[in-house]
């Protein structure tokens, strides 16, 4: 199968299953609990059904029927893997009514250790280059034990970034379709160009019900799942150097985040109106769900065109 075959298939898919989903997500309560904390808007979406990332692994089999190769494997393990770890936390909000959902610590164990048998696989069968940058004579090149840790910390870090950015209707999905056409762009490797097309048609077919107001919530099942498959592509693609850029506006939520605590346990004082930073300008401006997504996904797409300039002609 084409390239596009599997994005039409993978769209139909996740477009024609998500209602079954929902319907099922319904019957069964598995619902969001929404934090009393939130806005008064984000309270009238009590009992919107949680976990339709589910859907999202049901999308990226038709690669793997595909074109099964190591690298398709390997690429739709690391999605399936983030996804377990979102779905246990989910599970415990929706099941129980907590919106805390698993530990932090808990969370954190399992990302470090699905990351590092992830990578130890890679390094095994795939390769990792320890090289950061390549222009003419000048290199920058780290120790490998240096260089995974690094990538080790930048993968869990990048997967939360990204998760903290599923705050709104619509918004993770609109910010990441930019990303993963990036690595569509860039790549020289099939499976991942398959990959990231067949990502982005699951995503679209997702956003039809996740679109404001949404019908569902894709929950930390998907949004960590996105976290870890797009920081994982960065590795495997070696685009580092390229990654505060491409990666603004996930690591513009985490760091809005890190900041409120820390200002908050300085001054008792809050930096912004609420953390992460969208809830900021709905609250402190008035912009809308709709107006947040758009504006938040505009500079993603801008975001990535100038990274993709970069790659192609300056490095």
């Known amino acids: 199968m084409s390239i596009l075959n599997v994005v039409v298939v993978s769209f139909i898919i996740v477009a024609c299953l998500c209602p079954v989903l929902i319907w099922g997500l319904r019957t069964l309560r598995l619902i969001q609990p929404i934090r009393t904390e939130l806005p008064a808007d984000h309270q009238a979406k009590l009992g919107t059904p949680l976990m339709a990332g589910i859907i999202l692994l049901v999308g990226i089999i038709t690669p793997l029927i595909s074109h099964p190769s190591i690298m398709t494997i390997f690429l739709c393990c690391t999605f399936l893997l983030f996804s377990l770890i979102g779905f246990l936390d989910d599970f415990k909000k929706a099941a129980f009514q907590d919106p805390s959902g698993i530990s932090g610590k808990t969370k954190l164990y399992l990302q470090f250790t699905c990351t590092g048998f992830l990578l130890f696989f890679l390094y095994r069968f795939h390769g990792i280059s320890s090289k950061l940058l390549e222009h003419g004579d000048f290199q920058i090149v780290l120790p490998i034990s240096v260089y995974i840790l690094l990538v080790l910390l ?64 894709m929950g930390d099942t998907g949004s960590l799942a996105i976290g870890g498959s797009l920081a994982f592509l960065a590795v495997i693609e070696k685009v580092e150097i390229l990654l505060p850029l491409l990666f603004f506006v996930y690591f513009a939520e985490q760091l809005s985040v890190i900041f409120q605590v820390w200002y908050y346990r300085r001054t008792k004082l809050r930096l912004f109106r609420m953390a992460p930073i969208h809830y900021h300008f709905a609250l402190k401006y008035g912009w809308s769900e709709n107006k947040i997504v758009t504006v938040f996904g505009f500079v993603s797409w801008i975001c990535t065109l100038i990274s993709l300039f970069i790659w192609k002609y300056m490095l």
Request: charged share 10%; glycine share 6%; hydrophobic share 60%.
């Open 154 to 217: 930048f993968i869990v870090g990048s997967a939360n970034a990204i998760n903290f950015t599923d705050g709104l209707d619509g918004l993770l999905i609109v910010v990441s379709i930019p990303t993963y056409f990036f690595f569509f762009a860039i790549s020289n490797q099939f499976e991942v160009r398959l990959f990231s097309m067949t990502m982005i048609a699951c995503l679209l077919g997702l956003l039809i019900y996740n679109i404001y107001p949404a019908r569902a919530f």
